[in-house]
């Protein structure tokens, strides 16, 4: 009898989400992956010190670069991902801020849509621009021709997310995938409201996947985490990455160029910047996480069906302008959620009411089960007014583009029984004041 579940990435997703990367036969043959607790490794001896900094041998030496128990979760991700090697990181911010920086250096542009989350949005507007770093945003997310507009020699990828914040719109990403590459660049998508349950980015062309796994990845909202995954097979050799030119020559006799072609991206993420920038992942962190992921699609199909019904529900009521979901049919982007989303568009949604602000105001005081929070992708509902919050301090105009407008409340549906969610919609949105 020999084990080898871990190592078969032909099994399906859910049982990949249990066994995929972790080999107990390695590790004392506990079941489950245990949590090295250690700032650093002993080396062993003088050759293989040289052999661990040069990364002609696989292992750990200080925990800040590897170790076991990342490398579990890591092996993990990209099996599900359908990726070809991965990287954690210690949020979800830090993947995203250090995958900037690892594809674009001073005098490059990244493109992106208008409707990115937050703090990305900061770095691409406020942050990165310091420092030589510029993001073009593309004026209408579904028009091919308008990222066409912006795209110049100096644009270094295209960068995405699957599930826009708040608005839940979808981009059609095959489109856009051939685009980035017609131009010798890669397509970057923030899978953070999706996950790979629900969709997988690289089937239809994109390149990297950003994770705030701190989300549904993690589930249970006690962790704050973030990972990219590399699909493998971009060819960073084409001239326009002088950066992994020159990495390539410095590696390509130690690590090998088989594996540097594969993975070129989350090699110099690693050595470059999460090993010099130090955003580094607990391996305590890193066990939560592989908790999480046991149960990643059991619980995304519990969310998925409680949003739909949430959101019909919601949509009936007299006291909501609008729903923004795509399950639902009148959603505009109902088509691309069928082509992209079969097993359903995720489970946030955001909704305007009629009463404007005081009617927001109104349904945070009265939900008793709904959790007035900031936080998505928790196994418990929360709701949030994200004017006041995740988009404050956002010019009108700029909070509008994202779908933000006064009277926005953003949902994330939990795994409650449906009928308790809606329950509680119900009172607090039958308790606005005409
Ligand atoms: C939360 C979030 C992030 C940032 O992740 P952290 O783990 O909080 O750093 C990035 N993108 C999206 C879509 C998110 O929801």
């Not at 950066?243 to 020559?249: A, I, S």
Request: proline share 3%; hydrophobic share 40%.
């Amino acid at each position: 009898m020999s084990y080898e579940a871990y190592k078969n990435n032909q099994l399906g997703f859910t049982t990949r989400q249990l066994h995929a990367g972790y080999n107990p036969a390695e590790h004392y043959r506990s079941k489950a992956v245990p949590i090295y607790q250690t700032a650093a490794f002993e080396l062993g001896d003088f050759e293989r010190c040289i052999r661990l900094f040069d990364y002609s041998e696989e292992g750990h030496s200080y925990v800040r670069f590897s170790n076991p128990t990342n490398t579990v979760l890591e092996r993990r991700l990209a099996s599900l991902e359908g990726g070809i090697e991965a990287i954690a990181l210690g949020s979800g911010m830090a993947a995203i801020s250090n995958t900037f920086l690892n594809i674009a250096k001073s005098g490059d542009e990244i493109v992106a849509v208008n409707t990115l989350y937050g703090g990305s949005r900061t770095l691409l507007n406020n942050i990165l621009p310091d420092y030589g770093i510029v993001g073009r945003f593309v004026d209408d997310e579904n028009d091919i021709e308008s990222y066409r507009k912006v795209i110049t020699e100096k644009t270094k990828a295209i960068y995405i997310e699957s599930l826009g914040n708040p608005g839940m719109n979808i981009i059609d990403i095959e489109a856009v995938a051939n685009l980035a590459h017609e131009h010798g660049i890669p397509l970057i998508v923030d899978n953070t409201f999706a996950t790979p349950y629900l969709l997988r980015p690289f089937e239809y062309g994109a390149d990297i996947v950003c994770y705030s796994a701190t989300k549904y990845l993690a589930g249970h909202g006690t962790t704050i985490v973030g990972a990219v995954v590399e699909k493998g097979g971009f060819n960073w050799l084409n001239g326009k990455f002088p950066q992994f030119e020159k990495f390539y020559d410095e590696y390509k006799d130690t690590i090998g160029k088989d594996i540097l072609d594969k993975t070129m991206f989350t090699k110099r993420l690693r050595i470059r910047y999460l090993t010099d920038l130090g955003a580094h992942l607990s391996p305590t962190s890193a066990f939560y996480l592989l908790q999480g992921i046991e149960t990643l699609s059991l619980r995304m199909r519990e969310h998925a069906a409680n949003a739909q019904k949430v959101a019909e529900f919601l949509e009936g009521h007299p006291k909501v302008l609008s729903v923004a979901y795509p399950g639902l049919k009148s959603n505009k982007y109902h088509e691309l959620a069928k082509k992209y989303f079969p097993k359903g568009p995720g489970a946030i949604m955001s909704i305007r009411l009629k009463g404007g602000i005081e009617a927001a105001r109104k349904v945070l005081e009265e939900v008793k089960v709904f959790d007035y929070m900031v936080n998505v992708g928790d196994a418990k509902s929360l709701i949030v007014h994200s004017a006041t919050s995740t988009h404050f301090g956002q010019s009108k105009e700029e909070r509008e583009k994202a779908g933000v407008y006064d009277d926005t409340l953003r949902l994330s549906i939990g795994i409650e029984e449906a009928e308790d969610l809606i329950a509680d919609l119900k009172h607090a949105l039958d308790s606005i004041d005409e």
